[in-house]
């Protein structure tokens, strides 16, 4: 009986080892590796130029503000449409920062797309008409709130800071507000021990003081630069040429810029169903020595925004347009270039512009990071407000001064932030090899069953 105890026992052992975990280990994800900034491009981890290829995606549009990744079953939904298009990038312009996201960012990986996401959304934003009020402490908790959520994630492609905040030639005053808000961003992801995150800002299509801005953007301190530019831009109307649609003069007008610059939005609709023709530009060797890539507008159709879709909406349904179709041929006819595209790896920042009739900025002063978000960079961000939460614009502590250039430089970091952010998507149940442990059972029931004979 005791030695038929001690088999069964050992027996019951090796069952349960064998029967245990299979999550112990983890490996990295391949579909959608961290993406950086090199010179004028961005490269993935294995040293290869990444180029942007998506669309802009908020079903619902600004007037009914929804967070499309906290839904796992629309972002399924939705994603099979992303992979025919052959996408690898997706603009989402408002997330709810309370809401896990984990499912949807892990599902997007799979379906190797990264996310481009704007930090702001109607209640939490730079007012471009009193700026200096809006830019406060409540404001940028809910921002560096939002950076949280989403830092732990490989497939988070990039923050974009603001979006159209300098909408005409008289409000550029907005500027050093957005460019304070970037730095702060970068303080903040570089002191919280994150990965290198790019952050940069969108611009209007406004093209009395779009060089301005690009050159604002990328000049001063490295603290205060942006890590990227990028614009939306309807100029290429079909039918026309990268020469007649002014896309020529523009790659000629950035061709020293040292950042990463793309396209935040495009697709002109002056003619419907868009054909898409632009494409066959946008990833042409022409341009890819400047530009990386762009941002279709945009997913659905939307009555804010009419004739910008590419599928209609209805409950569950999707039903696609013929734009979709269009757009589909276009870059299944257009991949990005072999190699490095002509891209440069070294270059200056930018001077920064002399106040003009279209650029009302007499100086590359900054204001300095409201005195109680300064706390943030040490004690993390919190729970953030989501979307529902009571706003910003008017609501907090503004600066009360000017920044002194390099302020923003990240003086210390939380050690092992970033390697211990366990993300859905960055890491993955690894395979389980259960060999060594029948290896020690067997063992384990020979070496009991022996004994009990002795």
């Known amino acids: 009986m005791k030695t038929s105890t001690v088999l069964a026992s050992s027996i019951a052992l090796a069952s349960s080892v064998l029967a245990g975990p299979t999550d112990l280990t983890t490996r990295a994800s391949s579909n959608t590796p961290p993406v950086k900034v090199q010179g004028n491009a961005f490269y993935d981890s294995d040293g290869k130029r990444f180029y942007i290829r998506g669309l802009d995606y908020q079903p619902g549009g600004p007037s009914n503000p929804v967070d499309p990744i906290a839904d796992i079953s629309t972002c399924k939904r939705d994603i099979k449409y992303f992979k025919q298009l ?40 730079i007012n471009r008409a009193d700026p200096g009020p809006s830019y406060n402490n409540v404001y940028l908790q809910s921002v560096f709130a939002t950076i949280d959520a989403f830092a732990k994630y490989d497939n988070t492609l990039l923050y974009f800071s603001g979006n159209e905040v300098i909408n005409n030639a008289q ?71 990268y020469q007649q649609s002014g896309w020529s003069s523009k790659v000629q007008q950035y061709a020293s810029y040292s950042i990463p610059l793309f ?28 530009y990386s890539g762009g941002l279709v507008y945009e997913y659905s159709e939307e009555s804010d925004n009419p004739h910008f879709g590419l599928v209609n909406i209805n409950g569950n349904s999707i039903s696609t347009k013929t734009d979709f179709n269009n757009l589909m041929k276009e870059m299944k006819s257009n991949p990005a270039p072999s190699g490095d595209g002509g891209a440069k ?19 590359d002063a900054l204001p300095a990071i409201p005195a109680p978000a300064k706390k943030h960079m040490t004690q993390g961000a919190g729970k953030g407000p989501g979307l529902t ?8 502590t503004q600066s009360s001064g000017t920044a002194t250039p390099g302020s923003g430089a990240v003086t210390s970091s939380k050690s092992g932030s970033a390697s211990s952010s366990a993300a859905a998507v960055s890491f993955r149940p690894g395979p389980f ?10 063992v384990l029931v020979s070496s009991l069953a022996g004994a009990s004979l002795m």
């Open 86 to 125: 052959g996408l690898n990038t997706i603009r989402v312009y408002s997330v709810d920062n309370t809401k896990n996201h984990d499912e949807c960012m892990s599902e997007l990986s799979d379906a190797g797309i990264y996310l481009a996401l704007d930090v702001n959304n109607a209640k939490y934003s």
């Open 171 to 241: 409000n550029s005053d907005c500027a050093p507000y957005i460019k304070a808000v970037t730095r702060d961003m970068k303080q903040y992801i570089g002191s919280q021990g994150y990965r290198s995150i790019p952050v940069g800002y969108s611009a209007a299509d406004v093209s009395k003081n779009r060089f301005q801005t690009a050159e604002y953007m990328n000049c001063g301190s490295d603290d205060e630069r942006s890590d990227f530019f990028s614009f939306n831009d309807y100029s290429y109307c079909p039918p026309s040429s």
């Open 389 to 396: 939460g009571d706003g910003s614009q008017n609501a907090g």
């Open 263 to 290: 396209l935040s939005e495009y697709g002109c609709n002056h003619v419907t169903p868009r054909s898409f023709q632009e494409v066959s530009a946008l990833y042409n060797s022409e341009m890819t020595g400047v």
């Open 345 to 363: 790896k070294n270059g200056s920042p930018s001077k920064c512009p002399p106040k003009g009739p279209n650029w009302n900025v007499p100086n």
């Open 433 to 442: 090899d259960v060999r060594p442990y029948i290896c020690a059972a067997v």
